[in-house]
C-alpha cells in the first residue's frame, strides 16, 4: 500500500509503514523509520536514525537527521524522533542528539514548523508546539506543550519555554519563559500572560483571573523571588496552571527566568 516515486531514493534497509508515501527526487536512508501513512511529497531528505510519526507530512527541501552542527559531535550513534500528525514545511532542519544531551532529539506529536524552522539537537519539543517561519531553536532547548515560537525568533542553548507559552516575531530568547507568559523584545522581556492563547484553548475565566493575580504577586518588587513563590503557593496551591508556573521557576535550569522589563523611577 505504499507509494514510492520511480525517481525517490529509498534505501532496502529504511523500514516503511503500511500507506507512505515518498515522492520524487527524495533521498531516504538505511537507518531511517516512515511510520503508516507518512508522506514525504518531494525533495525530502531523511538521513540517520531517524522516525518520523504517522501521518506526518513533510514538504520540499526538508532536511531531517543529517549530523548536529555541534564541533564536540564524532559521529556518534543518536536519533531524531518526530511524533505523530507533524507538519514540516519547506526548508525545516532538524538534528540528531549528541553525546553530551543523551542522544536524542524529541519532537512531540501534533507539530507544526514552517518554512525555515531549525530543531538543533538535544531538542526536547513537546506536543502541539507551532515554530514560525524562520524560527530557530539551538541545542538542548526544551519547549512544553502548546508553546508558538514566532517568526524570525531565535531560542538560546539549554532555554525553556513553558507551556502555553507566546514568542513574539523577531524576539532573542536568552532566559527561560514561564508557562502562560508572553514575550518579545530583542532580547526578550516578557510582557504578561498570554491571554489570546488561553482563550482560544478554552481557559476559564477563573483559571485566567488566579493567573493573573498570581503574575503580579511573582513579579512585584517586594521580597525575593522566592519569598514571592512561597505567597502564591500558599494562595493558589490547589490552581493546577498558577503551581506550573511556580514548580517551573523552581526547576533547577541552566539559565535565568525572563522577567518584566523594570521601567527606571526616573
Known amino acids: 500500500m505504499t507509494d514510492i516515486h520511480a525517481m525517490a531514493q529509498v534505501h532496502p534497509d529504511a523500514e516503511i509503514g503500511s500507506g507512505v508515501t515518498v515522492g520524487p527526487f527524495c533521498v531516504v536512508g538505511?537507518?531511517?523509520v516512515l511510520e503508516d501513512g507518512v508522506e514525504l511529497l518531494s525533495h525530502v531528505v531523511v538521513e540517520g536514525h531517524t522516525r518520523v510519526g504517522a501521518h506526518s507530512r513533510v514538504f520540499p527541501f526538508a532536511s531531517?537527521?543529517?549530523?548536529?552542527?555541534?564541533?564536540?559531535?564524532k559521529g556518534e550513534v543518536s536519533r531524531l524522533v518526530i511524533g505523530a500528525n507533524t507538519i514540516i514545511r519547506e526548508h525545516v532542519t532538524m538534528n540528531p542528539g549528541t553525546e553530551g544531551g543523551g542522544l536524542e532529539t524529541k519532537v512531540g506529536n501534533n507539530c507544526l514548523f514552517m518554512v525555515g524552522a531549525h530543531v538543533a539537537h538535544d531538542c526536547q519539543v513537546s506536543d502541539n508546539v507551532i515554530l514560525v517561519n524562520n524560527a530557530t531553536l539551538a541545542g538542548h532547548v526544551s519547549i512544553e506543550e502548546w508553546a508558538i515560537v514566532g517568526g524570525l525568533s531565535a531560542v538560546h542553548q539549554f532555554v525553556r519555554i513553558g507551556r502555553h507559552a507566546m514568542i513574539g516575531g523577531m524576539t532573542g530568547v536568552t532566559q527561560d519563559v514561564i508557562p502562560y507568559g508572553s514575550v518579545t523584545g530583542n532580547r526578550a522581556k516578557l510582557e504578561g500572560l498570554n491571554l489570546v492563547g488561553l482563550k482560544r484553548r478554552s481557559f476559564d475565566?477563573?483559571?485566567?483571573?488566579?493567573?493573573r493575580q498570581a503574575y503580579r504577586l511573582i513579579f512585584a518588587q517586594e521580597g525575593t523571588m522566592a519569598e514571592r513563590l512561597d505567597d502564591v503557593a500558599d494562595l493558589f496551591g490547589d490552581n493546577q496552571p498558577v503551581m506550573e508556573i511556580v514548580e517551573f521557576i523552581r526547576s533547577d535550569s541552566s539559565r535565568s527566568i525572563c522577567q518584566p522589563l523594570v521601567e527606571d523611577a526616573a
Open 64 to 73: 531531517l537527521g543529517h549530523a548536529p552542527q555541534d564541533l564536540k559531535f
Open 30 to 32: 538505511p537507518d531511517a
Open 205 to 211: 475565566r477563573e483559571t485566567i483571573h488566579a493567573l
